[in-house]
């Protein structure tokens, strides 16, 4: 059986306050699996542990206690990474390079050369909708255009898990939207994704699962569905339906000659299930 595309058993992380004996709780018992080809959303307001959580899954923050793996390897092993691309919330490049040198050099760090790197560049530039800035240097990129040539960048080795933390931070609504979409298509090619948002729409849009933190502690985390699905209630989506017919649904549904589109539960938004989980 192939392990989970992530796994995370009682992760706490505390971090020393410089000049005083006490410490700052970031994670407390933290445990999830992300299954293979799952789009996850972690959810939290800020100071919550979000990016420690990421920090700690790349190898980049060593846990006080408690274990994360990535395909079944230790996280903190470098063989983890083989196939993992990440996004910082503010990633940072080198001003003096252009787009392409920039790609060409993680493409380096990745082992990649040859014609094979050169396709790839050019074929992330396009996907990011970067080829026009292509020979641009990156210190004259705005905040949006840094984030996609980041995204550009994690992409390069064709990861199979990918690590996005505030992807859209700095973006238009235009870049946002597209990034929804490449999201969906990762997904499609069966590449997990792991991203952190405050765009809790767009989040609803592309998750699969939701895990909700609050000072350190998953409050809540399970599918999508069930997080927004109101309990005890159920909607009945009719097409076409006259006046006769509603009064008399419950008797008539199933013989008369209303379509029944969809029998679903209730949903509310990502955003209510996030504000009530966060407001302990």
């Given at each position: 059986m192939?392990?989970?595309?992530?796994?995370?058993?009682?992760?706490?992380?505390?971090?020393?306050?410089?000049?005083?004996?006490?410490?700052?709780?970031?994670?407390?018992?933290?445990?999830?699996?992300?299954?293979?080809?799952?789009?996850?959303?972690?959810?939290?307001?800020?100071?919550?542990?979000?990016?420690?959580?990421?920090?700690?899954?790349?190898?980049?923050?060593?846990?006080?206690?408690?274990?994360?793996?990535?395909?079944?390897?230790?996280?903190?092993?470098?063989?983890?990474?083989?196939?993992?691309?990440?996004?910082?919330?503010?990633?940072?490049?080198?001003?003096?390079?252009?787009a392409r040198e920039t790609l060409f050099f993680y493409g380096k760090l990745c082992g990649m050369g040859g014609k094979k790197l050169g396709d790839r560049i050019a074929d992330l530039l396009d996907l990011v909708g970067l080829t026009y800035a292509k020979n641009r240097r990156i210190g004259s990129f705005s905040k949006g255009m840094l984030q996609r040539i980041g995204l550009a960048q994690a992409l390069i080795q064709s990861p199979r898990l990918l690590v996005l933390d505030e992807p859209t931070a700095g973006v238009d609504p235009a870049g946002s939207r597209q990034l929804r979409d490449l999201i969906l298509d990762f997904k499609k090619q069966g590449i997990t994704v792991i991203l952190t948002s405050h765009l809790l729409e767009q989040m609803q849009e592309v998750c699969d699962r939701i895990g909700i933190l609050y000072r350190g502690t998953l409050v809540k985390e399970g599918p999508l569905e069930n997080l927004v699905s109101v309990e005890n209630q159920t909607e009945i989506i009719l097409k076409n339906a006259d006046p006769a017919t509603l009064e008399k649904i419950r008797q008539l549904v199933d013989s008369s000659n209303t379509d029944l589109v969809e029998i679903r539960k209730s949903r509310q938004s990502l955003e209510k299930v996030f504000l009530e989980s966060t407001s302990l």
């Open positions: 192939n392990p989970p595309a992530v796994r995370i058993r009682n992760l706490s992380k505390s971090f020393p306050i410089p000049f005083r004996r006490e410490k700052v709780l970031a994670l407390k018992n933290l445990s999830l699996e992300i299954a293979n080809g799952q789009v996850y959303g972690l959810l939290g307001p800020n100071g919550s542990g979000k990016s420690t959580a990421l920090k700690i899954l790349m190898g980049l923050v060593r846990p006080t206690t408690g274990t994360a793996e990535i395909f079944g390897q230790d996280s903190q092993s470098f063989a983890s990474k083989e196939k993992v691309g990440f996004l910082p919330e503010n990633p940072y490049f080198y001003k003096f390079l252009t």
